[in-house]
């Protein structure tokens, strides 16, 4: 893990969660996401020591774990700021909230109570809604990526665009099959707005720096695409939720072995049938107990 000079003053550190960092003329910097742990936010803050900056403020583009997790840990050591926008702040101080959500709304197993769901939860000093910003002396975008969580957003400064995950490179894409999103309609919304930006850098989380997103963010519709394909082909009868779960993972190559990973999967096909309902392309009926999909009349 180190620190890499985009341009300007602005970096990002490479890390299972790339990070950004944004420094002003008084070399305090602004932190974009912190991580997974304490572990990691501790060589954060080494590398920003190191580099002579004074961590001042941190932001959080969404309260998934991998992503806020080392907050607590920069707060405690640093005295540093949490900015967030509505929807996440509520998860980031009440993380509980994000098993939850996963296990359908009732109380998680213990199961899901690990750091790659369960983040120890922080204070968020600061609500930052969509657009400019000036935090510190550094003009900030804050950018709505909702999608793959509903409330992300990106962090734009001086022509570089932190995306967080609103796309994955298309090497970890083929790797995990079907991306996680929670609203597949505000995911393509997503899409379209990075192909409309006209900035210079782009740093999604998971992946490398790039200058165009273009072909990634192709990628990553193509992806969708072929998930609403294949999910309606299999829709010409009805099919249980459970059903199109199993099929579509082994469709894409997820091999789900856990708790955790199952109800990840879940909440993705979830969000597909979600959207194909809304498009009123598929419709539900009740036999047995049971709740089935298929294609609407006009599908």
């Known amino acids: ?44 803050r080494r590398l920003v020591d190191e580099n002579g900056f004074t961590l001042k403020w941190i932001i959080i583009t969404h309260a998934h774990a991998d992503h806020c997790g080392g907050a607590p840990y920069l707060v405690k050591n640093t005295g540093a700021k ?12 009440h993380p509980i909230l994000e098993p939850v959500y996963l296990f359908g709304g009732a ?13 120890p939860g922080v204070q968020v000093d600061g609500v930052l809604e969509n657009g400019p910003h000036n935090v510190a002396g550094c003009e900030l975008e804050i950018v709505d990526l909702a999608g793959h969580a509903l409330g992300q957003i990106g962090v734009a400064a001086g022509g570089v665009l932190f995306c967080a995950d609103a796309v ?28 409309q930006r006209r900035d210079n850098y782009y740093l ?57 990973q199952y109800y990840l999967m879940h909440l993705t096909v979830m969000a597909y049938l979600g959207h194909l309902l809304d498009q009123k392309q598929i419709a539900t009926s009740y036999q047995d107990n049971r709740q089935y999909f298929s294609l609407t009349t006009a599908g």
């Open 1 to 44: 893990m180190k620190l890499n000079l985009i341009k300007d003053n602005i970096y990002y550190i490479d890390a299972p969660v790339n990070m950004g960092l944004i420094v002003n003329e008084q070399q305090e910097a602004i932190l974009v996401d912190t991580g997974i742990d304490d572990s990691v936010a501790r060589k954060v």
């Open 82 to 93: 949490v900015y967030a926008n509505a929807l996440e702040k509520s998860i980031l101080e």
């Open 107 to 119: 109380c998680p197993p213990q199961p899901l109570h690990n750091k790659f769901f369960l983040a």
């Open 168 to 195: 994955i490179a298309p090497e970890i894409l083929n790797k995990h099959g079907i991306p996680l999103n929670a609203s597949i309609d505000r995911a393509v919304e997503t899409f379209t707005l990075l192909e």
């Open 204 to 260: 999604p989380a998971h992946g490398t720096l790039m200058e165009d997103i273009h072909m990634v963010v192709a990628a990553n519709r193509r992806r969708i695409d072929d998930t609403v394909d294949y999910i309606l082909s299999l829709l010409t009868c009805q099919r249980t939720a459970e059903e199109l779960l199993a099929t579509t993972c082994a469709r894409f190559n997820v091999r789900i072995n856990n708790l955790g």
